[in-house]
Nanobody, 117 residues
Framework: QVQLVESGGGLVQAGGSLRLSCAASGSIFSFDAVGWYRQAAGQRELVATISRGGNTVYAASVKGRFTISRDNAKNTVYLQMNSLKPEDTAVYYC????????????WGQGTQVTVSS
């Protein structure tokens, strides 16, 4: 029912910032949480989540640098990325969590983030 589309990636120098957007075609409150993932090589890793109630959880590698937030009226979840490092280079995806199930939607194309040193 709900489709998620990622945008906002690009090329940035180390120490710079980007804001990624995850735009939903329907209400983000259809889900218990929305998460940002990234994939550089191999497995996707969960970067951050925001729950229906607004609780946030971050991977240790990004805590203090990244902030996940949402605009309920726009049905959009954001990932503000500050103090970017070359190791943040990856394709970033968003997906929805329902109950104990993570990433319940089909993966989209994601958005490429490249951090140069």
């Amino acid at each position: 029912q709900v489709q998620l589309v990622e945008s906002g990636g690009g090329l940035v120098q180390a120490g710079g910032s980007l804001r990624l957007s995850c735009a939903a075609s329907g209400s983000i409150f259809s889900f218990d949480a929305v998460g940002w993932y990234r994939q550089a090589a191999g497995q996707r890793e969960l970067v951050a989540t925001i729950s229906r109630g607004g609780n946030t959880v971050y991977a240790a590698s990004v805590k203090g640098r990244f902030t996940i937030s949402r605009d309920n009226a726009k049905n959009t979840v954001y990932l503000q990325m500050n103090s970017l490092k070359p190791e943040d280079t990856a394709v970033y995806y968003c997906n929805a969590h329902v109950g104990v199930q993570a990433a319940v939607l089909e993966w989209g194309q994601g958005t490429q983030v490249t951090v140069s040193s």
